[in-house]
Nanobody, 129 residues
Framework: QVQLVESGGGLVQAGGSLRLSCAASGGTLSRYIMGWFRQGPGKDREFIARITWSDGNTYYADSVKGRSTISRDNAKNTVDLQMNSLKPEDTAVYYC??????????????????????WGQGTQVTVSS
């Protein structure tokens, strides 16, 4: 059983940056894929980035590619999402999630929220124009 706790959300002006962090505990983290999702007002939850804990391989959604970086810290058991050049449309609740690493899989397999059994409580990011 993996427990996830997000932090780092807040209010930021357009063009600014935020760094979200996800503290993970309770499992053998090298066996997991760690993902970040978000859900904006009136929108479905969407995949934005993922990282394979064992080898650090990353993948980004087009909506954040080039503006965001996902990373993990093995010593601290955290997964961070650095977001730059934020836009008002980035306003959402951001969630950290963990899925079992059952590689090999297609690149889009881990874009599906339903393959992630473990979720954090979410952290609000609001970008003002």
């Amino acid at each position: 059983q993996v427990q996830l706790v997000e932090s780092g959300g807040g209010l930021v002006q357009a063009g600014g940056s935020l760094r979200l962090s996800c503290a993970a505990s309770g499992g053998t983290l090298s066996r997991y894929i760690m993902g970040w999702f978000r859900q904006g007002p009136g929108k479905d939850r969407e995949f934005i980035a993922r990282i394979t804990w064992s080898d650090g391989n990353t993948y980004y959604a087009d909506s954040v590619k080039g503006r965001s970086t996902i990373s993990r810290d093995n010593a601290k058991n955290t997964v961070d999402l650095q977001m730059n050049s934020l836009k008002p449309e980035d306003t959402a609740v951001y969630y950290c999630a963990a899925a079992y690493d059952v590689s090999p899989r297609s690149d889009t397999y881990y874009h599906d929220q339903y393959v992630y059994p473990y979720w954090g409580q979410g952290t609000q990011v609001t970008v003002s124009s």
